[in-house]
């Protein structure tokens, strides 16, 4: 294994250390005589726990606490719990409480208040509806649900960072990304958590809900049977289909990455990109980074470098050799780095040392993606280093997938869109990038809370479907 873990990560006192987050939070009812809500604010900062807020209530007090991780959670309790003047601390995990019953509802988009609108909506009205689509196949998307309707298909192959936890498990993960596609994309998305763990199954799951469906949403599925996945279902339907564990990261991380050539002055064509970690994301950012015309790209996975030594790999390595690493680099990590201009960690916590990243170029890029913690703190990046962005939200330059997919599949249904091609997803990146119009060292990527962002996507995405003939004739409204 070349990649190694800096055992430094699983010292308390090390910066790798992850900071408090709401995630990890705990809502608390503090009992007992004349508690002081500094006293509490001072004893939870001691464990590097955050209060983020606290209110008066009789008896005591109410405080909301953001934490590490559960270890910290336990550690604030009992730390609390024994302070003078407290009598009882009363906790939830306000994650927890937030998933409880789910997190998405169907809700009608009309009321059925009485007998008249129950004909219309239903029998013996709506027969001739099915009718009228069985005689114009093409007006389902006019006279049902089908134009804003996305499937987040997943069979729990690789959730999050959590691996093959299965198609229940996965359920979490796909509910909140149906929140997301509505907030951000106003797009309707329905989780399809699957029981189904090779390429056939999922293949013939897909095309069989299609029908329903203007666009599908493949959502953690492990590689390489994602990209098998992918492009089956891509040739069969007539509706985009699109990974976004690969090309909503790739999407996001090309625009952080053109934005980030104009701080440090550079042409992406002169410009040397390592990737560590290869699965799905790395690929997919691989392809669209030569798409930009990104010099030279070099692909690291858990053996080492990606060469021409290697035989037998998965086509989807391959093409690192085939299509990067000009000067036949060997070894692991830390040679793919040394003299990098860019570094695009997707592969776990802690696996980058500072000194090799010291090796980089003058004014290097470092993009260390691993959540929540990642490939290397950003309080650990050497002095050459000119540009950081992370998965986290509690540092600069946030590369969130929430960038890209909510405006992609809003501008394919918009048209009624065949495919999310490489196109569209190029369209995507610099359209997300142009809303950073003065590049800094902070911010060579919008926010995800920025106004705009989805809608500027989409109508970039619309655009170029439309320029390569993807847009399907639109029914008259």
Not at 69 to 81: F, I, S
Not at 86 to 93: A, N, P, R
Not at 99 to 128: C, F, N, W
Request: aromatic share 4%; with cysteine.
């Amino acid at each position: 294994m070349n990649l190694q873990s800096d055992t430094s990560k699983d010292n308390p006192a090390s910066p790798r250390r992850t900071r408090p987050t709401t995630g990890y939070a705990l809502s608390l009812v503090i009992t007992g005589d004349a508690i002081d809500a500094a006293q509490i604010s001072a004893a939870v900062a001691e464990l590097g726990a955050e209060v983020r807020s606290t209110a008066p209530i009789n008896g005591g007090l109410e405080a909301f606490v953001a934490c590490s991780g559960v270890q910290q959670q336990q550690q604030v309790l009992d730390v609390l719990g024994g302070l003078s003047g407290v009598d009882s601390v009363c906790s939830s995990d306000t994650t927890f409480d937030l998933h409880v019953g789910g997190k998405i509802v169907v809700s009608p988009r009309t009321a059925i208040q009485g007998p008249d609108e129950l004909a219309m909506a239903y029998t013996p009205g709506v027969g001739r509806v099915s009718t009228q689509i069985a005689e114009e196949p093409s007006s389902v998307w006019r006279f049902t649900g089908r134009s804003n309707a996305v499937a987040v298909l997943s069979n729990g192959t690789a959730v999050l960072g959590l691996g093959d936890i299965g198609p229940e498990a996965a359920m979490p993960v796909m509910e909140g990304k149906a929140v997301l596609f509505k907030q951000f994309g106003g797009v309707d998305a329905y989780p399809v958590c699957v029981n189904a763990p090779t390429v056939d199954e999922v293949v013939a799951v897909g095309a069989a809900i299609a029908p329903t469906f203007g666009g599908i949403n493949l959502e953690d599925i492990k590689a390489p049977e994602c990209f098998e996945i992918e492009e089956r279902l891509q040739k069969m339907l007539d509706i985009p289909i699109f990974h976004d564990d690969q090309h909503g990261t790739a999407i996001v991380v090309v625009a952080a990455l053109l934005n980030a050539a104009k701080v440090i002055g550079r042409p992406l064509s002169e410009l040397t990109v390592t990737i560590v970690g290869t699965g799905a994301a790395g690929v997919a950012c691989a392809h669209l980074l030569a798409e930009v015309g990104v010099g030279d790209i070099i692909g690291v996975d858990s053996q080492g470098i990606l060469d021409s030594s290697r035989a037998g790999l998965h086509p989807s390595k391959q093409w690192f050799i085939d299509h990067g690493n000009k000067r036949n680099l060997s070894g692991g990590a830390r040679e793919a780095i040394e003299g990098a201009d860019v570094l695009i960690g997707l592969s776990g916590p802690g696996v980058i040392e500072p000194e090799w990243v010291s090796k980089m170029s003058d004014d290097a890029i470092v993009f260390a993606l691993a959540n929540p913690v990642p490939e290397i703190m950003p309080e650990l990046m050497p002095e050459n280093v000119a540009v950081v962005a992370t998965g986290r939200s509690d540092y600069p330059n946030q590369i969130n997938n929430v960038l890209a997919f909510p405006g992609v599949f809003r501008g394919l249904l918009d048209v009624r869109a065949t495919n999310a091609s490489m196109g569209v997803k190029r369209a995507a990146a610099e359209a997300l990038a142009a809303m950073v119009v003065e590049p800094t060292v902070e911010r060579v990527i919008p926010g995800a809370f920025e106004e705009g962002v989805a809608e500027t996507v989409a109508r970039s995405v619309a655009e170029q479907a439309r320029k390569e003939g993807l847009a399907r004739e639109l029914v008259a409204d």
